[in-house]
Nanobody, 126 residues
Framework: QVQLVESGGGLVQAGGSLRLSCAAS????????MGWFRQAPGKEREVVAT????????YYVDAVKGRFTISRDNAKKMGYLQMNSLKPEDTAVYYC???????????????????WGQGTQVTVSS
């Protein structure tokens, strides 16, 4: 079992930065893939970035490439999403999630992730 708690969301002006954190509990976090997803009002939940269990493989949706960086610290049981050059269209509730499948590449499908945090709101003003 893994429990996830996000933090770091807030209100920021366009062009600004935020760093989201995901604190995990459970001994097996280091073997789980991790993903960051977001959901804007009236839209489906979408993948933002994923990282495999070791941190050796990452994925970014095209809309955030070059602006966001996903990382993890297995010793601290923490995951991170550094978000730079934020745009109003990045406004959403951001969720971290964990997938127990120990594969070379983390899945980009929300349905593959068994554990989810409660979400943190990110609002980017223009």
């Amino acid at each position: 079992q893994v429990q996830l708690v996000e933090s770091g969301g807030g209100l920021v002006q366009a062009g600004g930065s935020l760093r989201l954190s995901c604190a995990a509990s459970g001994r097996t976090f280091s073997t789980y893939a991790m993903g960051w997803f977001r959901q804007a009002p009236g839209k489906e939940r979408e993948v933002v970035a994923t990282i495999n269990w070791s941190g050796s493989s990452t994925y970014y949706v095209d809309a955030v490439k070059g602006r966001f960086t996903i990382s993890r610290d297995n010793a601290k049981k923490m995951g991170y999403l550094q978000m730079n050059s934020l745009k109003p269209e990045d406004t959403a509730v951001y969720y971290c999630a964990a997938d127990s499948a120990r594969s070379l590449r983390a899945s980009t499908a929300p349905a593959a992730y068994e554990y989810w945090g409660q979400g943190t709101q990110v609002t980017v003003s223009s």
